[in-house]
Structures are given as C-alpha cells and as structure tokens.
C-alpha cells in the first residue's frame, strides 16, 4: 500500500511498478477468465476485478481517500462489474459485462496482495 499525501488530503493506493503490463490483449473483445478454487470457497467472494489509472512509472488502483479528517473507502469506483458461470468441477469462469476498453487492469482476489496484471491495446498500440 503506497500512501500519498496533498494539499486537499491524503489517498491510500495499491501501486503495481511498471507503467506497461507485459502480458496484452487486443481490445474489443470480451473478456473470460477461468479459475479454480479449493473445495467450499464461495467464487463470489474469490475475485475482484479493476481497473488501474497508469501514473508516472506505476499502474495505481485508488483504495481510500482522507478529506479534513473523513476517510472513504473508494477502491469500487476502479472495480469492473463481471460475473461468475461455474466451468467444470472446481473451476469457475469470470465473464466480464461489456467489451474491455484500452488500458490496465488487475484480477486478484480479496484476501491476497497478488493480482494477474494485464493490459488491453487500442486499435493503433504497437506491441
């Protein structure tokens, strides 16, 4: 967690190094991913999907803010709404809802500081 402070308050962000990710897709597409879980976990509650404002050489996802002295929780205004179709016996399909548009974003879950970092490349990105 990076904490940033500034004249109007302070900001506590998730901050992945690299303003790139390394692994891209090509945008309009949709996006699926599968994964699997342990026995009893409720996929539901597993994953999270956002996506990150590129800031100089770091991707961020923006998770509280602290405006004179109030602190707001604000990580799901960077959340991107998908569900959730079981895929075999212990894995499960993350269908997001609508097309990914150029930019960054991270899959992870809730109880971890790990994600799968990716970028989605607009029409005329080079590779």
Not at 82 to 108: C, D, N, Q, T, W
Request: include cysteine; aromatic fraction near 10%.
């Amino acid at each position: 967690m990076l904490f940033r402070s500034g004249f109007n308050g302070r900001e506590n962000v998730l901050a992945m190094p690299g303003a790139r990710s390394t692994v891209r897709l090509p945008a309009g597409k949709p996006g699926e991913f599968v994964f699997a879980v342990e026995p009893g976990t409720n996929p539901r509650r597993y994953v999270q999907f956002f996506r990150m404002d590129v800031r100089k050489d770091a991707r961020e996802v923006l998770w509280s803010e602290t405006v004179n002295g109030r602190t707001a929780v604000v990580i799901n205004k960077s959340q991107v709404r998908f569900r959730i179709a079981k895929h075999g016996k212990l894995s499960f399909k993350v269908v997001l809802e609508g097309m990914l548009s150029p930019g960054e974003y991270a899959l992870s879950t809730p109880t971890s500081n790990l994600g799968f970092c990716f970028g989605v490349d607009g029409p005329g990105d080079v590779r």
